[in-house]
RNA sequence: CGGGGUGUGGCGCAGUUGGUAGCGCGCUACGUUCGGGACGUAGAGGCCGCAAGUUCGAGUCUUGUCACCCCGACCA
């Protein structure tokens, strides 16, 4: 490809609404171009990258006898009742009436079509297990986009679909599809991915894991253990009560707090830790607006998507004005609230000398003692984890980091299958339904999380994989004509060898290519000028490492396969 | 959907007590330069988000509206 000729424009400033890293640099690359709210156009440089990507996904999916295939965008309303998710998905699905007035709805996920294809094609075990998987696009109307290609409303995707007659035979793929992505995401350059355990969200089902690029700008937050292979996403990650003394007897006393009303000032009113008092916190069902009544230990906070889980409902944080059966202020367990739902979390369990609310304004109750002042019979784990908690597993500590999810595998189980009605003839000659996985990865995710952990103060560092342009041709001096001819030669030879190039063919200065060359952060960039080749040389630069070589012109393309072929290694 | 903020050439911005729009980058042409974002000269490019209102006069004041961004609730 010849500069000059590329519909891209890189800029030395971004727009000052780009926050994160990949954002600002895939837009003054001119990498891609915003359109409306979380849509963008990409441009040739990122369109190429995606496609590479997208055939190191193909060839993983192909190596697990995965049979590519194309489901529609545009689907009509009966596919999505059957699953029930017309009704149960929010306004995040994007709804439209086509011109015979039939309801129709824009993809963002296709297991409906999966199933649909999978349902009216195969009736026998004898077929099973297979996966059928796609890469294209979906549209989701996101409440809000952010962060460049990080979080879009329209962007391509691969997912796949699995069947199996059992859960062990799903599990057994469930594994070998989690190979396959680390083998994706190693190949890609992701640097610093990990998997965590998840929640399955819409798709419904059981065990699922996400794949993380880790990055301090990621949305999600990943609580991993220090020592064992424990890591789970903040939604799901298990707390641990840490060790503590229960032995204080003495009587609960009522003593007096005054306008102290939250945690911080009750404790500095009484000078002690908040590890040491049970607070209430308040939520309501977000359907029938019933209020849930959580205690749970003063430092921590409520995790609300276990609590979800728990009580089995969307829920809403509810102020306690909002509520008269909760306002009277200093809630604490021993209230006689006429909420119905009402969870202890696991932090309290057993606690002794704890302070809690005493249910009338401006006073609290100290030394109250759980299991002696109030039975509890079960307790649930709805707190957060905090950093520095104890690992579940091993008892090591956690950490906590940022994560951008790129991928995610579940197993769907028949939640699919049996709404809507897809059945097989086992060999006993009886019908069932097949139990499935599905597996996604986003591609501009993917794009954008691999910049935003490769780059340096001058641009993106891309790896070798999936770079647009394997080598970046910078003539200094191109009104040169010998400068010219060779650089034309080289970029010709490279062409012919099947080597994706880019010569900087503009009359511009050297420092120009030079920052461009950089900014576009392909892997190898060649300089030819008149000095160089005064001696008979070309430079090689590598983006990576920044070390330059220069060699004879003869002696150019054996170099460079070794270069590239040492590149390649750490991607294979 | 709640809270905060911003809308002025492609991008980054300035615009005073209201007087009819400017700077830098980029772009075009010519010339000189050119191994780390060169310089000169001459240009092109703007319904000041949109709509009402106040005024002799609105980028500036008022109201409404739209769009976008940031922080939260959702997700690849």
Request: charged share 25%.
């Amino acid at each position: 490809m010849r500069f000059s000729n590329l519909v891209i424009e890189t800029s030395k400033t971004a727009p000052s609404d780009a926050i994160i890293i990949s954002h600002v640099l895939l837009v003054r690359a001119g990498f891609i171009k915003r359109v409306a709210n979380g849509i963008y156009t990409l441009g040739m440089p990122a369109l190429k990258m995606a496609s590479k990507i997208e055939n190191i996904i193909r060839q993983e999916m192909d190596r697990l006898d995965g049979q590519e295939v194309k489901f529609p965008v545009v689907m009509p309303k009966e596919l999505w009742e059957m699953s029930g998710r017309y009704y149960s998905i929010g306004r995040e699905m994007a709804r439209f009436k086509d011109r015979a007035d039939h309801d129709m709805v824009l993809g963002m996920t296709h297991e409906e079509a999966a199933v649909h294809f999978a349902m009216n094609t195969i009736s026998s075990y004898q077929k099973l297990p297979f996966m059928i998987y796609q890469i294209q696009t979906k549209f989701r109307d996101e409440p809000r986009s952010r962060g460049g290609l990080i979080r879009v409303r329209e962007f391509t995707m691969k997912d796949a679909y699995s069947f199996h007659m059992t859960q062990e035979d799903l599990e057994k793929y469930y594994y070998k599809q989690l190979e396959a992505y680390n083998n994706i995401f190693r190949r890609i350059g992701m640097n610093n991915f990990i998997y965590v355990q998840s929640d399955s969200g819409m798709m419904g089902g059981k065990i699922a894991h996400e794949f993380m690029a880790v990055t301090p700008d990621g949305e999600d937050e990943l609580v991993i253990c220090s020592h064992c292979d424990y890591k789970a996403n903040e939604e799901v990650a298990e707390c641990q009560t840490d060790t503590f003394d229960n032995t204080n007897d003495t009587p609960c006393e009522e003593v007096f707090t005054g306008e102290a009303k939250t945690i911080e000032e009750v404790c500095q009113r009484l000078n002690i830790e908040a590890t040491n008092t049970i607070k209430a916190v308040a939520y309501a069902n977000k359907e029938t607006g019933e209020p849930i009544m959580v205690f749970i230990r003063g430092d921590l906070e409520v995790n609300e998507s276990k609590l979800c889980k728990v009580v089995r409902a969307e829920i809403i944080p509810l102020e306690s004005t909002e509520n008269p059966a909760i306002s009277f202020g200093n809630i604490g367990p021993l209230a006689n609230l006429p909420v119905k739902t009402i969870i202890y979390d696991r932090s309290i369990e057993n606690r002794a000398g704890m302070v809690v609310g005493a249910n009338k304004p401006e006073y609290h109750i100290i030394n109250f003692k759980v299991g002696r002042d109030i039975n509890i019979e079960h307790f649930h784990d709805v707190a957060k984890v905090k950093q520095g908690q104890r690992c579940v597993k091993c008892g090591h500590e956690l950490t906590i980091q940022n994560g951008i999810e790129i991928g995610n595998i579940f197993q769907l189980g028949t939640k699919y299958t049996q709404s809507m009605g897809m059945t097989v003839l086992n060999e006993n000659g009886e019908s069932i339904n097949p139990i499935m996985g599905c597996y996604g990865i986003g591609v501009g995710r993917a794009i954008a999380s691999i910049i935003q952990n490769s780059h340096d103060a001058n641009g993106m560092i891309l790896p070798i994989s999936v770079a647009p342009w394997t080598i970046h041709i910078c003539p200094v001096r191109i009104d040169n004509e010998e400068v010219r001819k060779l650089s034309f030669d080289i970029y010709d030879q490279l062409q012919k060898k099947g080597i994706d190039t880019l010569i900087d063919d503009r009359d511009m200065s050297p420092g120009v290519k030079f920052a461009d060359a950089d900014l576009l952060g392909m892997p190898i960039r060649l300089v030819v000028s008149p000095k160089l080749i005064a001696n008979n040389e070309i430079e090689i630069k590598i983006r990576k490492t920044g070390e330059v070589v220069i060699v004879k012109i003869d002696e150019l393309y054996l170099k460079l396969d070794s270069i590239i072929q040492n590149l390649m290694e750490e991607y294979k």
